[in-house]
């Protein structure tokens, strides 16, 4: 990663830690070289930048999934809403302008698709095996294992998954994005690579 597309991440809404951002960029430098990776919840393309940075040196391509109308947090009223990305003569969020402005000033535009629909229907038409999933979205109970249960299966072998926001402790954050975390490795289908801070990576056998 280097300094310029650090500062882009740095000045890009979104909730992601540096450590797990860099930890994004080596995933997807490492696991892009065995397939395309997905990344489900860009909002305004913070971790896409990591990841992206990542897919361009594998060689790879990102694929940014998200219906850019925000989720349940970021609705009016919610705790994480941003009435800057508020469209208010559609009254819903719009985030989609935001995550193309961040690619464009990262240069990153050769190496990421924007995809523009909800998780499960992209899931329903997505077939090809990826290196890397990054599941962000919403962190509802239902969101996340429908989130879970779209892409997991569409890890290549030798490829990971990644979870964001993993709180062992119920006090500190909410508990979908561990859960499914959790379903993964009970599956048997996946073994636990080290965690980075709330950022879980299972890795597909
Ligand atoms: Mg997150």
Redesign the pocket.
């Known amino acids: 990663m280097d300094a310029e597309l650090l500062r882009i991440a740095r000045e890009c809404k979104?909730?992601?830690d540096e450590a797990e951002g860099m930890r994004l960029y080596e995933l997807a430098r490492e696991y892009g070289r065995v397939g395309p990776i997905v990344e489900i919840?860009s909002y305004c393309g913070k971790?896409s930048v990591y990841l992206g940075a990542g897919a361009r040196d594998a060689g790879s391509t990102l694929i940014c999934i998200d219906h850019h109308r925000g989720s349940e947090e970021h609705q009016p009223g919610e705790e994480y809403h941003d009435p800057e990305l508020f469209d208010a003569q559609a009254g819903r969020m719009d985030t989609l302008h935001a995550l193309r402005r961040t690619l464009r000033l990262a240069n990153l535009e050769a190496h990421a698709v924007i995809w523009v629909s909800s998780s499960t229907t992209a899931s329903r038409i997505w077939s090809t095996p990826l290196g890397m999933v990054f599941i962000?979205g919403g962190?509802s109970f239902e969101t996340a294992r429908s989130d879970y249960a779209g892409w997991h299966d569409k890890v290549a072998s030798g490829g990971v998954l990644a979870i964001?926001?993993l709180f062992p402790n119920p006090a500190e954050g909410g508990q979908a994005?561990i859960e499914i975390y959790r379903q993964g490795l009970g599956s048997g289908s996946f073994d636990a690579l080290e965690t980075t801070k709330?950022l879980g990576v299972l890795r597909r056998r």
């Open positions: 979104g909730y992601l919840g971790s962000d962190h964001h926001d994005p709330t």
